[in-house]
């Protein structure tokens, strides 16, 4: 067999022993060889690559699940933090705080949350003790929820709050639409005190089943 012949066998077959060759046949050898080791075909290259796709598709899909299911967690929580503030000033004041958009705000209607927002600065107001979306309360006044800066909207806070933001940059939806005291005539609501939700980023469009209604994927104190 030829120099040339074995020098072909050596390099296809038996890259991973190539040390092994270089050091058998010399100076001459090596150079070739060592350029052998380090090539990669075009299959090897295509098959890596689309092992690193792969895995980084499954990598960013979990972080995506991972940073919802924590938004979801955390409006969770701020709507329940919300709701206890509410009765507490209920407590004080004999009637859940009211207003003509939060009587007719309704959440088995409206489904987009730009228009919550109007209800959404009156509850702020409320329960910091602000007037007009004043990031400091009144002098005097009883703050019965300290709000976290990341809660309003807009997040400069040399500017009057506009809305309570939820975890998904939406407002908050608040309405006593269906409160006998705060609403003498009652109309349609989930509650007969106060109405208390996030709808979770999901489109303001009516979800086919299953769910049965959007409202089942929102995040509510119903």
Partial sequence: MTKQGIRYIATSLHRIDCSTFQRRNGPPWRSHLAIGCRAFTLIELIVVFGLIIVLSGLVLSTVGYARKKGARVRAETEIAAMAAALENYKADNGIY??????????????????????????????????????????????????????????????????YIQDPFGNSYGYSTIDNPVANPSPTPGFNPTFDLWSTAGVAPSPTPTPPATQQDLWIKNW
């Fill in 97 to 162: 705080p009211a207003s003509s958009d939060t009587n007719n705000l309704n959440a088995q209607t409206s489904f987009n949350p730009s228009a919550y927002q109007a209800a959404s600065l009156y509850l702020y107001n409320a329960l910091f003790g602000a007037t007009a979306g004043s990031r400091a309360p009144n002098t005097g006044a009883r703050s019965y929820f300290v709000f976290k800066a990341n809660m309003l909207f807009p997040p400069d806070q040399s500017q009057p709050v506009q």
